[in-house]
């Protein structure tokens, strides 16, 4: 399947970022026990490239490689079999570099104009970040009236209680990374992505 087109039927995205390599590993092992298909592994480390290319060897993930900013880390990144590029900020280089390579690529904006200009460049997901800080999914709702053909993926700072609400104000997808992880021992991450998963079950069923 089409990387995107898994992103937006899987709907929900582990964001994870770690100290380690181990730890990454660990934390996506468990995510992806507990339910979880999509993994964005953030790479602004090398260190973290092994983590793709561990992730990389499941088909039935589709593995993400964040924090983007230089053509050089993404082509590493595609080395080491990351299927998607997700970059913190929108910039026409990443944009070319991923076009020329035939990856798919998700920018990062804030704005209604960065917004724009992104579709513009025909990025097939825009990842809204901060997107709690930045409104919730009011700001959500604003931004897609007058732009109903954006593609977004709602991240930062959303809960496990509350992330359906973004897909329900319109967001094809939800990057949920702390609240998977944070202040709790590995045995819980996984109920934590069961819990989300069965969430999903659950707002899909009454659509």
Avoid at 4 to 14: E, G, Q, R
Avoid at 26 to 37: D, F, N, T, Y
Avoid at 181 to 190: E, N
Wanted: proline share 4%; aromatic share 6%; with cysteine.
């Amino acid at each position: 399947m089409n990387p995107i087109l898994s992103i937006v039927s899987n709907k929900i995205v582990a964001v994870v970022r770690a100290a380690d390599a181990d730890q990454a590993l660990r934390v996506s092992e468990a995510l992806i026990c507990g339910g979880i298909k999509t993994i964005e592994v953030t790479t602004e480390k090398s260190l973290m490239l092994p983590v793709i290319k561990e992730l990389s060897l499941d088909k039935n993930i589709t593995v993400l490689a964040g924090g983007i900013i230089t053509a050089k880390r993404a082509a590493e990144a595609l080395e080491n079999g990351a299927q998607v590029i997700v970059s913190p900020v929108f910039q026409t280089n990443l944009v070319k570099f991923c076009a020329c390579q035939h990856v798919p690529h998700i920018a990062t904006v804030s704005t209604a104009n960065e917004a724009y200009s992104a579709w513009k460049s025909r990025i097939p997901l825009i990842k809204l970040f901060p997107a709690q800080s930045m409104g919730s999914t009011d700001y959500l709702e604003d931004l897609l009236r007058p732009m109903p053909f954006l593609n977004i993926m709602a991240a930062g700072g959303i809960s496990l209680n509350n992330f359906t609400s973004y897909l329900k104000a319109g967001a094809m997808a939800v990057g949920l990374g702390r609240a998977f992880y944070q202040d709790v021992p590995l045995s819980q991450i996984k109920n934590r992505a069961q819990f989300a998963v069965e969430q999903l079950k659950k707002f899909e069923e009454v659509l």
